[in-house]
């Protein structure tokens, strides 16, 4: 069982930066993939970016070179942090956790981009 705590949300104007980050309850060293998807209203939810336990990431094309995954193990925390933020970014933003073979997500965190 993995729990997930995102926080970091919050109203930031076009061109703002946020990092959102994601406290898991156990050790992150061995989870498969750690991961960030975001839903905006009406639309299903979407990868924004993922770290594997290998250092593997990938992005969505809409977020490469603005945002950045990372990791501190040694905290068992998540990182996204999110530069030159535009008003489609809005959305509530999840932390998933792959721990094969079972997906965990935590409850979401809303980011609001103001033009």
């Known amino acids: 069982q993995v729990q997930l705590v995102e926080s970091g949300g919050g109203l930031v104007q076009a061109g703002g930066s946020l990092r959102l980050s994601c406290a898991v309850s156990r050790s992150i060293i061995s989870i498969y993939a750690m991961g960030w998807y975001h839903q905006a209203p009406g639309k299903q939810r979407e990868l924004v970016a993922r770290l594997t336990s290998g250092g593997k990431t990938n992005y969505a094309d809409s977020v490469k070179g603005r945002f950045t995954i990372s990791r501190d193990n040694a905290k068992n925390t998540v990182y996204l942090q999110m530069n030159m933020l535009k008003p489609e970014d809005t959305a509530v933003y999840y932390c998933?956790?792959?721990?094969?073979?079972?997906?965990?997500w935590g409850q979401g965190t809303q980011v609001t981009v103001s033009s």
């Open positions: 998933n956790a792959l721990l094969l073979p079972t997906d965990y």
